[in-house]
């Protein structure tokens, strides 16, 4: 099957976005590993497929696969990117859009300086829906909020690492580090996203508060690895940087790929995300 696609990128995240409003490709998980794969098939963080309205009142459908091949609830930086494909496609005339996504209803917005600007609906703190099984564990609290000590590795290598847990729609675990370059990204990131206390995995964020406008983020995403860029993610550590007192509204986020801006008026609101979409090229590849 000879399939179209899009490369695209928002601060250096990156996808293969798909234009299924005509009709559903059917992949396969083994299709979205393919198309995912950097040296075997187009190489992205993230397959994104644009598909028709699901209801009245909704403009597209935005389904959502990890490199890993697995689908998930949201993706941030995806969504940007979504709003620049659907308006350089011709597909709306509109500057924003109601899109349904597997944890709800976003709304990214293109602003007249070509960043995207995204509604992502608001933070859910409740262990049970993030999901984080803190049964046994006796949190610390901090700020207005509760922190978990996790145990990673075996007890003998075990790294003990304090971790907000919060869901942007997708499972969030967010530690604060002295400097996200010497950071263990790489020995923690598959111990936290494999962690037994999320049965759905997590994405492990690793944050540097620089001041209370601005923190330094890397993210070890759950299917991907780390990535340059993480929407979901970024969001995530300025609400809980928020929550521990730490951070003011309105937050830079400056990350390995680009920088995106958060802003969170606090419980009960949505958090806003702005930030770059570029697409990259256009192809067509062959899928078995
Ligand atoms: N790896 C994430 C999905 C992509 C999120 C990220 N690329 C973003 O920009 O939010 C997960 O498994 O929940």
Redesign the pocket.
């Known amino acids: 099957m000879r399939v179209h696609f899009t490369k695209m990128q928002g601060a250096g ?1 990156d996808f293969v976005v798909l234009d299924e409003t005509s009709a559903d490709l059917g992949l396969t998980p083994d299709q979205y590993r393919f198309l995912a794969d950097r040296h075997f098939g187009v190489g992205a ?2 397959i994104l497929s644009v598909r028709p309205s699901p209801a009245p009142g909704i403009d597209f459908q935005y389904v ?1 696969h ?1 490199a890993d091949g697995g689908e ?7 969504a940007r990117c979504f709003m620049r494909f659907v308006h350089e496609r011709g597909l709306t005339s509109r500057d924003t859009v109601r899109v349904q996504t597997l944890s709800g209803v976003i709304e990214p917005r293109l602003n007249a300086d070509g960043r995207v600007t995204v509604d992502m609906g608001a933070p859910i703190f409740e262990t049970a829906r993030v999901p984080f099984d803190a049964d046994g564990l006796h949190p610390l609290a901090r700020g207005d909020w509760e922190q978990w000590h996790l145990v990673l590795g075996s007890r003998a290598e075990g790294d003990v690492i304090s971790v907000g847990v919060l869901s942007m729609g ?2 969030h675990a967010v530690q604060i580090v002295e400097d996200v370059d010497t950071a263990p990204v790489a020995r923690q990131g598959p111990l936290i996203e494999n962690h037994p206390r999320f049965p759905q995995r997590v ?1 492990a964020g690793f944050m540097q508060i620089v001041d209370r406008g601005r923190i330094r983020l890397r993210v070890f ?4 690895g780390e ?1 340059l ?5 970024a969001c995530a550590a300025v609400v809980a940087g928020i929550r521990l007192g730490l951070l003011d509204a309105r937050v830079d986020v400056q990350t390995r790929g680009g920088l995106l801006t958060i802003e969170w008026a606090g419980l009960g609101h949505p958090v806003l995300m702005t930030g770059p979409a570029v697409t990259v090229f256009a192809g067509e590849i062959e899928l078995a």
């Not at 998930?72 to 995806?78: D, H, M």
């Not at 860029?229 to 993610?233: D, K, N």
């Open positions: 995240n963080d993230q959502i990890n998930v609830e949201q993706c941030g930086n995806g997708n499972p994405n995403e759950r299917g991907s990535t860029a993480c929407g979901t993610g």
